[in-house]
Nanobody, 115 residues
Framework: QVQLVESGGGLVQPGGSLRLSCAAS????????MGWYRQAPGKQRELVAI???????NYADSVKGRFTISRDNAKNTVDLQMNSLKPDDTAVYYC?????????WGQGTQVTVSS
């Protein structure tokens, strides 16, 4: 069973930066996409950023220009660099890996943007 482990969440002031990282417990073959989702209290889970095996990326409009997703195919890791953070970015952030063998989710890491 594959486990995704996220790290890097925490409390940051508006305008600050955080970097989230996600690592798989074992190699995942035939990955289609790796990505980050988030869920704020009382809201549905939403896509933040996604990256394909070829490196193509897609971002939610609300984070374009502020967040950058990257991946290391050899290590099966995916990172999310978050800059210029806003209070509206406060949420639990989840790592996701979609492969031909199945879809996997991390347990989530809390990001709180507050002064």
């Amino acid at each position: 069973q594959v486990q995704l482990v996220e790290s890097g969440g925490g409390l940051v002031q508006p305008g600050g930066s955080l970097r989230l990282s996600c690592a798989a417990s074992r190699v995942i073959f035939r990955i289609i996409t790796m990505g980050w989702y988030r869920q704020a209290p009382g809201k549905q889970r939403e896509l933040v950023a996604i990256i394909t095996s070829s490196g193509s990326t897609n971002y939610a409009d609300s984070v374009k220009g502020r967040f950058t997703i990257s991946r290391d195919n050899a290590k099966n890791t995916v990172d999310l660099q978050m800059n210029s953070l806003k209070p509206d970015d406060t949420a639990v952030y989840y790592c996701n890996v979609n492969s031909l063998g199945g879809e996997y989710w991390g347990q989530g890491t809390q990001v709180t943007v507050s002064s």
